[in-house]
């Protein structure tokens, strides 16, 4: 694609009231980007675009021959949306003076995300991705909202396939980088978990390559090797730890570790306890990461604290829900195998610690495992049925979970149920009536096991 392009178009954005690529949103003077893929094609949608105020559209299909006469310099036609998308975010990007920190990995991204935003806007004018804006729309949308003006910038990446995280460097050019972890997640376009960890750790690659820094956790095994594999395959001089910036148990650049917690976790750090709203221990690697980030940027260690225990999780991330006498842990966002079985094992302790087996598990299908789905479902309910909880109420939802209703016979077996859709499960809940009980809800995004607890 023509620089001139993309430079005439970078004038026409610095004018403009910024970037959509929703009719639903635009907002008067906005540049709209028609995006099509397999089910969508919003080449179709110039004439109401226009109409509700956007300044130009770029477009890869004409429909109308009598748009160019009508629309003339507002309508641009270009070879491909997307690519020209992401070639404007990355013109944009190589304007800011800001450093920028990518963050990825198989759990934990948005909360690390949320946690050192809020940490480093203690000291710095921040910019973080919004929400869960990390695919190939989500993060050029998210560059081209960084105005000239931003201090740092904090980049969530996701990916199923490996090239991905690549190809988002390539525009977003990350001087630090951070993965959060590794597990049995989007497996069936990685192709496995070695698979996982080299797609994955692409981001390590470039910020190597490019003499950034990566912020490490220390109590990963498998990212610590990966890292050195990587690190030596740059045939980057090694230069001693000033790239490396170790978080963790044992770390010893930003060392803490679990404090007394009762159904919200703690974390001691340099002798400083931080009190978290954040449900389950899992998320002590999150709040590393965070404090890491903020000591290696020089943020106070009193910032840190307060901007960790002000921040309290949304989007069914980790939330405490206290309806009626019941105390409900809402993870219903994301999952895969390995925040499954951390989930349920924060939740054993829960219930062991309040000394209670007045409890009830939901757990949702999860998504993206390929072939390897039957059998990571089939681990997930021998963990559940082997667990401690004898008279803890246990409800899988989702066709994936299906084999249960096999074994069971009569759809109930030491408190064992399955259900194929979720409004099924959202009746079955409201019959219950349930008093002083803690519920755990765990499942995929596309279960959307929050519609439970609806009226």
């Known amino acids: 694609m023509s620089p001139n392009l993309i430079a005439e178009l970078y004038s026409l954005y610095l004018a403009s009231s910024g970037v959509t690529t929703d009719t639903r949103n635009i907002k008067q003077g906005n540049i709209f980007f028609a995006l099509k893929g397999e089910n969508f094609n919003a080449n179709i949608f110039v004439e109401e675009a226009l109409a509700k105020g956007a300044s130009h559209v770029v477009v890869d299909e004409i429909s109308n ?15 491909d949306v997307l690519k020209t998308l992401q070639l404007l975010a990355g013109h944009h990007r190589a304007q800011l ?49 960084i105005k000239t003006d ?72 498998v990212l610590r090797d990966a890292l050195v594999q990587v690190f030596l395959s740059t045939n980057k001089p090694l230069i001693g730890l000033d790239r490396l910036i170790t978080y963790g148990k044992n770390a010893r650049w930003c060392k803490g570790k679990i404090g007394k917690s009762n159904e919200f976790l703690s974390v001691v750090i340099a002798g400083e306890t931080i009190q978290t709203n954040l449900v389950g221990e899992y998320n002590f690697e999150n709040v590393m990461a965070a404090a890491c980030v903020g000591i290696h940027f020089g943020v106070e ?64 299908q999860m998504m993206e495992l ?17 667990s401690s909880w ?26 064992i149920l399955w259900f194929e859709k979720t409004e099924e499960v959202k009746v079955w809940f409201k019959q219950q009536q349930f008093e002083n009980c803690y519920i755990l809800i765990k499942g995929s995004r596309k279960n959307e096991l929050e519609k439970i607890l609806t009226d």
């Open 65 to 79: 021959p009598e748009w160019e006469s009508t629309f003339g310099a507002r309508l641009i036609l270009v070879d």
């Open 390 to 415: 004898q008279y803890v109420k246990k409800v899988f939802v989702g066709k994936e979970f299906e084999f249960v209703s096999i074994v069971v016979g009569d759809n109930t077996n030491n408190g």
């Open 97 to 145: 003076k800001c450093p920028v920190l990518a963050i990825t990995g198989s759990n934990g991204k948005t909360t690390t995300k949320e946690l050192i935003a809020a940490v480093l806007s203690k000291k710095f004018k921040t910019s973080a991705t919004k929400g869960n804006l990390n695919n190939h729309i989500g993060i050029p949308l998210t560059l081209l909202s």
């Open 301 to 364: 260690a009193k910032q840190i604290k307060e901007a960790i225990e002000n921040y309290v999780p949304t989007n069914n991330r980790s939330q405490k829900i206290e309806l009626g006498s019941n105390t409900i842990i809402l993870d219903a966002y994301n999952a895969n195998p390995s925040s499954m079985l951390e989930a349920l094992k924060n939740f054993e302790k829960l219930i062991v610690g309040e000394n209670t087996n007045n409890g009830v598990v939901v757990l949702g």
């Open 150 to 221: 931003v201090e740092f910038a904090v980049i969530e990446m996701g990916a199923n396939h490996q090239g991905e995280i690549a190809s988002y460097c390539e525009y977003v050019k990350p001087e630090y980088g951070l993965i959060t972890n590794v597990g049995l997640a989007h497996i069936e376009g990685f192709g496995g978990f070695e698979g996982v960890v080299k797609g994955k750790t692409e981001l390590y690659r470039h910020v190597f390559e490019n003499d950034g820094r990566v912020f490490l956790n220390d109590d990963n095994e």
């Open 370 to 386: 390929g072939k390897y789905s039957q059998e990571e479902h089939k681990k997930i309910v021998a963990a559940v049925s082997s």
